[in-house]
């Protein structure tokens, strides 16, 4: 980066690896790996996609909004400074994209139009490639 900045703007953030993406791909039970982790946004994620996938709005609702703020919380703590692409080419990354769009589908089942549309300018405007990846096109 030169003296004057990025002018093609800021530099993609890069999340390092989540520990609890082994004990996940090991089959190990979200719950318990979200008990176990809780700054984990994938286990969040994981407990989120479950929920809608049963039926369990309100409780999506909850562990996407959980995961999206340990999301955030990991972002910032690896440079984001609230704007700037997120990539979701990034594995590390997945786990908090994936919190955002339950979130977004959760909002949306429930009615809560504000927030769906927040949350579906976000992903759009942390990959432009990330909506089409996670099924919401």
Known sequence: MSLHGNLLGPDPTL????????ALD????P????????TSSLAWATLAEAALAEGRTIDAYAY???GYHRGLD??????WKGFGPIPWSHEPNRGFLRALAALLR????IGETDEMERCRTFLAESDPAAPAALGLT
């Open 26 to 29: 090991a089959g190990t039970d």
């Open 64 to 66: 996407a909004r959980t």
């Open 106 to 109: 959760a909002a949306e089942a």
């Open 31 to 38: 719950a318990e790996v979200a008990a176990a982790d809780p």
């Open 74 to 79: 990991h972002l910032r703590r690896n440079g």
């Open 15 to 22: 999340l390092p690896v989540d520990p609890a993406a082994a």
